[in-house]
């Protein structure tokens, strides 16, 4: 029930943005004017927006992108105009759910528009983000790794942990689990050094192939096994774009943190009922930031989404 009440809400959603952009009473001139879905019209300026949302609208070509959208909305707005005639739009729980959507869609939008005061970092800055981290750029590597995670109660942690510093190899790991009857799953992959925990990686630069390694997580522990590494450094020059959008977005986010926390300071705030005197109180500045541009490739997935 939930699921299709927020379809039925998304589909009023996309009423109030079909008709603020281009309505049947909207003037648009007929080069704007994509198709006429009965009495509204559909316009090239909201094709534009949802390809430029849009992450798969399939083929290369522009034009074949924009007619699918084009058909995409098409059904929409079929699917709206039929919302509206049943009165969907006027369903309290819709209501609900459109205002919950607007709410997020304008702090959101604020929060972007603050953040979008970031400075471009100087090649000061840059080369000093290089320079601190050789394990990323200069001395990058590719680890071949073997992982077992293991869940299990924290009592046997110190166990596992005395039995894999003691093996010689990850198959007296593997022999040892099955004989304690303990349960695990197996994986392999090679991961460059940017997708790897930030955290984490001193210590992995640090290792040597063949050597295994003992992770901590919150639900059991994983073992790594070095299987094997191979040097891919990438110098300055390349790095440079990848490490300016990166403190970009790492400054965008300070920024939006900042700006909650400044709003925050500036408000009065009282919790009231079950929240009132025994739950405590969020630390301003917690909010998500908006979601940061991407910088394409590995080095925005490993750098820009460590944790």
Not at 173 to 181: M, S
Not at 206 to 227: C, E, F, N, S
Not at 235 to 254: H, M, S, W, Y
Not at 259 to 285: C, M
Request: proline share 5%; glycine share 8%; net charge negative.
């Amino acid at each position: 029930m939930q699921n299709r009440l927020l379809w039925m809400a998304g589909a009023v959603l996309v009423a109030v943005g079909l008709s603020a952009c281009g309505g049947s009473g909207s003037g648009a001139s007929s080069t704007q004017v994509a198709a006429k879905v009965n009495a509204d019209e559909i316009t090239v300026h909201q094709i534009n927006t949802a390809l430029s949302q849009a992450k798969n609208v399939g083929g290369s070509d522009p034009g074949e992108a924009g007619a699918r959208v084009l058909e995409r909305l098409i059904d929409q707005q079929l699917l709206v105009q039929q919302a509206e005639a049943s009165q969907l739009d006027r369903d309290p729980r819709v209501l609900q759910v459109i205002d919950a959507s607007r709410r997020e869609i304008l702090a959101r939008a604020y929060l972007e528009q603050k953040a979008g005061a970031a400075d471009v970092p100087s090649d000061e800055a840059v080369d000093a983000y290089y320079r601190d981290n050789p394990a990323l750029f200069e001395k990058r590597r590719i680890y071949n790794l073997q992982e077992l995670g293991i869940r299990l109660e924290p009592a046997r942690h110190e166990e596992v942990k005395a039995r894999v510093e003691s093996a010689k190899s990850l198959q007296e790991v593997i022999d040892w689990l099955k004989e304690q009857g303990i349960q695990f799953s197996a994986s392999a992959s090679a991961k460059p050094a940017e997708q790897l925990p930030m955290e984490l990686l001193p210590r992995f630069a640090a290792m040597k192939d063949g050597q295994i390694a003992l992770v901590r997580q919150p639900g059991g522990i994983t073992v790594v096994h070095l299987a094997g590494s191979s040097e891919q450094p990438i110098d300055r020059q390349t790095a440079g774009p990848l490490i300016e959008k990166f403190l970009v977005n790492q400054r965008r986010a300070e920024l939006a943190r900042g700006e909650i926390k400044r709003l925050r300071d500036q408000a009065e705030i009282a919790y009231a009922g079950n929240f009132a005197p025994h739950s405590p109180t969020p630390v301003a500045g917690e909010a998500a930031p908006p979601a940061a541009d991407s910088a394409s490739g590995a080095m925005e997935r490993g750098v820009a989404g460590l944790k």
